[in-house]
């Protein structure tokens, strides 16, 4: 199979936003889509595999923000490239807080999702939610075809740059 034939399905970019026990956590997805509009209801796809799944699990709630085309590539990377098993990663960027969910402050929108059903597919869970609240932003919604094409090397130099100014500080 050729990976690059499923990198043109078109898709956005985002981070989801969870409350688990005291502790806040997240990550980067891109596969989160309507699934209808009366009653509104989405799909999120999620790794099996990270705390962010593990939090959706257990609480059945969960934010989305959309990320915009003008989204500092370190916010991708905070997201999507550290666990929130070892990261507090909602510290490190500006957000708010909608019914103990986290939203990004910049976002092109913002929805607050239940949990209305479960499937267990290979490495991902599907999930088939309500939308129990759904806000527009501003800006443009950032595709995973722009951040592949566009903003990948940003995001990986702006977490290596990250690292360095944390050990620096660290080392004080």
Known sequence: MNDKALFSISCGLYVVGVECGTALGGCVVDAFIQATAYPATV???????TRTNECIHETGRFSVSVLRDDVDPL?????????S?????????????????????EHA????????????????????????EAEAGEGTPLT???YRAQMRHATAAAFQEHKKRLAAAAQG
């Open 43 to 49: 799909i999120l796809c999620s790794q099996k595999h």
């Open 85 to 105: 098993r070892q990261v507090d990663k909602w510290s490190q960027v500006s957000h708010d807080l909608h019914e103990g969910l986290p939203v990004l402050r």
């Open 75 to 83: 916010t991708i990377a905070i997201f999507g490239f550290q666990s």
């Open 144 to 146: 995973y075809g722009v």
């Open 109 to 132: 929108a913002w929805y607050l999702c239940r949990v209305v059903h479960t499937y267990e597919m290979g490495t991902h869970t599907l999930f088939h939610c309500a939308v129990e």
